[in-house]
């Protein structure tokens, strides 16, 4: 886009968020990330001494055509990360043009047949397509795996050490059935729903990943569970990212302590909790709000970043408010 034509619509951009900031009582700021990957920067990362050649990034989900997502997000990859392994697992049927110029790019393209039962929440597709993405990594010898989704984008070029530091830097404590914790990001990642972790960006040694995401597909249908009036009976259910978080403690041998306290504990000393915004995460599904769930007015949909872990996982707060997740005030 021409200089002078950005420049305008920042301007006009900020007349009308200062125009509806007024008689508000929020303040409203903006921020835009280019469409294409030619338009970011060249790679900056400045980290040394990680081999990127044992990290793959498995994208996977259907292909998102507008503004060309998924195909300018692989290509933006391929340019951040040019010695890593990127595997698009996807669906048969997917547009095949697009298929086409991903694979042209030295990506790795997995089509599977999408599960005749999607499961609650559709938790069986992203079961599938991530599955498969893992397993093709294994094939290649790699020994971490970034799971992403072809909705998302993360544009930092310093997201993979980020990630594999992070690891390194917050050892697991106790190895129990699992090598190293496994990474997950702050977004959807919620305090007061036990066990709700974000299945959306992952990262890990490809081991525990397996143990994560290659598990049975769920069965269940809404219409059989019980209902829900609490945030505690909302996680029981194991609904969503609940039923992988649970699946995993149980394939790590942990039993599930239905309480904030046992929630916390497997979120401190099994996972570590990033922030997506040092990872420059952009992702518009269902609003465009770029800080989701801060509301400042309600605890219900508050989110776990990395300063409440890092709190978190230095020791358990005497008090903690087991009352808000059976309360039906809060559901």
């Given at each position: 886009m021409n200089i002078k034509v950005i420049g305008w619509v920042k301007k006009t951009i900020e007349y009308c968020l200062g125009f509806l900031e007024k008689p508000s009582k929020s303040f409203l700021t903006y921020h835009a990330r280019p469409k294409?990957?030619?338009?970011t920067l060249i790679n900056?990362?400045?980290?040394?001494?990680?081999?990127?050649?044992?990290?793959?990034i498995v994208v996977q989900g259907p292909l998102v055509l507008d503004d060309d997502l998924t195909f300018e997000t692989i290509k933006l990859y391929k340019k951040n990360f040019p010695s890593s392994r990127i595997v698009l697992s996807t669906w048969e049927g997917e547009?095949?043009?697009?298929?086409?110029?991903?694979?042209?790019?030295?990506?790795d393209v997995i089509k599977s047949k999408k599960p005749l039962m999607a499961g609650v929440a559709n938790v069986n597709f992203q079961i599938a397509s991530t599955s498969a993405g893992i397993k093709h990594a294994t094939s290649l010898a790699c020994e971490y795996v970034l799971k992403t989704r072809t909705d998302q984008r993360i544009y930092s070029s310093q997201a993979l050490h980020f990630?594999?530091?992070?690891?390194?830097?917050?050892?697991?404590?106790?190895?129990?059935?699992?090598?190293?914790?496994?990474?997950?990001f702050n977004l959807n990642t919620f305090m007061f729903r036990p066990y709700s972790v974000s299945d959306m960006i992952n990262f890990g040694h490809i081991d525990d990943m397996k143990k994560y995401w290659c598990i049975e597909f769920d069965t269940r249908e809404l219409k059989d569970l019980p209902s829900a009036d609490t945030l505690l009976g909302w996680s029981k259910q194991k609904l969503a990212e609940v039923y992988f978080v649970s699946?995993?403690?149980?394939?790590v041998g942990e039993e599930l302590v239905w309480s904030l306290e046992g929630s916390w504990k497997v979120v401190a000393e099994r996972f570590c909790i990033l922030n997506t915004y040092d990872i420059d995460l952009y992702w518009k599904?269902?609003?465009?709000?770029e800080f989701r769930h801060e509301n400042y007015i309600s605890s219900k949909d508050?989110?776990?970043?990395?300063?409440?872990?890092?709190?978190?996982?230095?020791?358990?707060?005497?008090?903690?408010p087991e009352e808000l997740i059976s309360s039906t005030q809060n559901f």
């Open positions: 294409r990957s030619d338009d900056l990362s400045y980290c040394k001494g990680l081999d990127l050649h044992k990290i793959a547009d095949d043009e697009t298929i086409g110029a991903i694979e042209r790019l030295n990506v990630c594999y530091l992070s690891i390194k830097r917050f050892p697991l404590q106790n190895n129990n059935g699992q090598r190293e914790r496994i990474i997950a699946s995993f403690v149980d394939n599904k269902y609003t465009r709000k508050r989110q776990i970043n990395f300063a409440d872990w890092l709190i978190l996982q230095s020791g358990m707060p005497q008090d903690i």
